[in-house]
């Protein structure tokens, strides 16, 4: 009997935890992921003004159209002098508040840089400075590729 329920209740999870995730993937980011990049977004153009004089607003595109390693990344159209930031809406799944406290402002970071003429190559663009900006911007964690030991504990939470 004991057997049969545990059983029972592990299939329940199992089930809820797929469709959990069906849904994540087949519908658009939820209006809350929104509310708080958004959030996110308003608080560092807050900072940026504070620290660095400038209103500086980069359009940020949350899309299902990255590849799965990444989870974000900042483009600078040279003809334009357009700085975009693409987030990895698949990764929003993985770890919210990495991606809220993290990634964010890393990528902010990257369009400061850019917005200052720092194109470097050296280390994919993470130099010191750069990781003195995105520090600058309350990044939790400004190291140049993911720890994945951040994120562990966030893919272990069952209800999000």
């Known amino acids: 009997m004991i057997f ?3 059983t029972i209740l592990s299939l329940f999870l199992l089930l809820f935890s797929w469709y959990k995730s069906y849904q994540f993937d087949h519908n658009p980011i939820s209006n809350d992921i929104k509310r708080q990049v958004k959030n996110k977004q308003i608080q560092l153009v807050k900072l ?3 620290k660095y004089q400038m209103n500086f607003i980069v359009p940020l595109i949350i899309t299902d159209q990255m590849k799965s390693s990444l989870f974000g990344m900042t483009t600078y159209e040279t003809k334009s002098n357009q700085i975009t930031i693409y987030l990895n809406k698949k990764r929003f799944k993985e770890s919210l ?3 809220i406290d993290d990634v964010i402002p ?3 970071a990257h369009a400061i840089m850019f917005k200052f003429g720092e194109f470097s ?3 994919a663009g993470h130099t010191l400075q750069w990781q003195k900006v995105c520090r600058s911007l309350e990044g939790l964690r400004c190291d140049r590729f993911v720890n994945h030991k951040d994120i562990l504990i966030d893919k272990t ?3 999000y």
């Open 4 to 6: 049969l329920s545990i």
């Open 48 to 50: 940026i003004k504070r």
């Open 97 to 99: 508040d990495y991606m």
């Open 106 to 108: 890393h990528e902010y």
């Open 121 to 123: 190559n050296k280390n």
């Open 157 to 159: 939470k069952l209800f």
